[in-house]
């Protein structure tokens, strides 16, 4: 008899081959890992030729991104059909949202008490008509384009093929409700089309797995360009902000994100071990959102339902920001101490105020959170945004872990959840964390 495979299964048993049969040499997380580090070299050796490989990072990155809103509608639309009671989905979505405004806002908090204490801009005594205005330019017109209400109404697209053509994750997550709802609703006669769209599930977790056979490559790509384009060099005049951000952002996740798993019974470091391939890749590509077809597979590999999956890490990757949370605060912070910008507790305050909603808009795609920060900054006319242009050319270091305290965020949101659900008992979850990935 032939056992069939889950997509989750699928993915698990051909992107993350951990067997003890299998060789060391063809684990993911250990090519990742050796095309990092091949990287690096390169980058150090040979600059110009390091900066030549970003198309193997941008490719490898397309092909993800190019089948991740198809990933998410077929599991949000199979998972809610199936299910038999639908008030568990508003009442998931309500969980969601409040458990992703207290943490994000915890982290916002975490990061304005560090830069307080810390005070990583002081002694810069940078003169502002001396800093590159124009670079910041382009990303200060696009976050002022952005309000809260527009945000809101960019939910909703234009029309359905409008959101897979954007590959805007909200507006295929909202599309794929209607699905579900809709289908649901129609019972029996929408059985066929749910075993459609089933198959459909089955067939692109299929192609995740292959293209995840490139991922050593495209991280080879990205890690190079990162290093060969602002160089190891580039860091000392802002190795505090780098390292207190990073130094930050890893307190964070074993202190913050480890107590809620403690509270949810589950190991942190169990869990950060068994996504140790996606740690890797959003480190080497600087996006979060690379590793939504991958971690949405071993969530649900532990037991998670797929329609909570497929609400709980989408929407994360929007709302629930924990890395750009704590980079938004302590980069305010930073730019207006470099710049010997007085900040009252009001400002202080009214920065916290606004970048709970700005951070909101802030995807996991690299580029984003700095816009958001931007115009967090401009309600402040006291803090110069020309500033932003001291943290820019290493912005590249501070989204790499900016990117994977989301991703790890989302992650430890999505099992506190299905925990909350009773879809995982304590032992089950421990048991699948100490399976290989």
């Known amino acids: 008899m032939t056992e069939t495979l889950t997509p989750a299964q699928s993915v698990s048993a051909n ?16 090519q990742v890992l050796v095309a990092m580090a091949l990287a690096i070299v390169l980058g150090y050796v040979d600059p110009a030729r390091a900066i030549a ?37 508003g009442r998931v979505g309500g969980l969601a949202l409040l458990y992703f405004e207290i943490v994000s806002t915890v982290a916002l908090l975490i990061g304005l008490v560090v830069g307080n204490v810390v005070h990583p801009g002081s002694g810069f005594n940078v003169n502002v008509a001396a800093l590159d205005a124009k670079s910041v330019a382009d990303y200060a017109g696009q976050a002022k384009a952005q309000s809260v209400t527009e945000f809101l109404m960019h939910i909703i697209p234009t029309t359905v093929v409008d959101a897979f053509a954007k590959g805007d994750i909200l507006e295929v997550v909202f599309v794929a409700l209607l699905f579900g709802f809709a289908l649901s609703a129609a019972g029996a006669r929408a059985k066929p089309l749910v075993e459609v769209i089933d198959s459909l599930t089955h067939v692109v977790f299929r192609i995740v797995s292959i293209l995840m056979i490139f991922a050593p490559i495209g991280a080879f790509g990205a890690m190079a360009y990162t290093v060969g384009k602002f160089g190891l060099a580039s860091l000392g005049p802002l190795a505090k902000l780098i390292a207190t951000f990073w130094l930050t952002s890893t307190l964070f996740v074993v202190i913050v994100l480890g107590a809620i798993a403690w509270a949810a019974h589950f190991n942190i470091f169990r869990f950060l071990a068994y ?3 996606e740690i890797l890749l959003v480190l080497a590509v600087s996006s979060s959102e690379i590793a939504i077809p991958t971690l949405m597979a071993k969530l649900e590999k532990l037991g998670c339902s797929k329609s909570l999956v497929g609400l709980i890490v989408p929407t994360g990757f929007t709302f629930n920001t924990d ?54 900054l401009s309600v402040i006319p006291t803090i110069p945004v020309a500033g932003m242009a001291l943290i820019l050319g290493i912005d590249r270091f501070l989204s790499m872990f900016r990117a994977l305290v989301n991703m790890i965020g989302n992650g430890v949101a999505t099992l506190v959840l ?11 979850l421990r048991q699948g964390l100490a399976q290989p990935s």
């Open 15 to 30: 992107a993350t081959p951990a067997s003890r049969k299998t060789p060391f040499y063809r684990v993911l997380w250990v």
């Open 53 to 89: 490989m970003k198309p193997l990072g941008d490719a490898f990155i397309r092909m993800i991104t190019m089948i991740i809103t198809l990933i998410i509608f077929c599991t949000v639309v199979t998972g809610i059909a199936g299910m038999e009671n639908l008030k568990k989905v």
């Open 275 to 277: 996504i140790k391939e």
């Open 323 to 376: 890395g750009t949370s704590l980079y938004m605060t302590l980069a305010a912070l930073f730019v207006a101490q470099a710049t010997n910008t007085h900040l009252t507790l009001t400002q202080q305050l009214t920065i916290l105020a606004v970048a709970v909603l700005t951070s909101k808009g802030a995807s996991g795609v690299q580029g984003a959170s700095f816009i958001a920060l931007v115009a967090t």
């Open 418 to 428: 299905a925990r909350w659900e009773g879809e995982l008992d304590s032992e089950t």
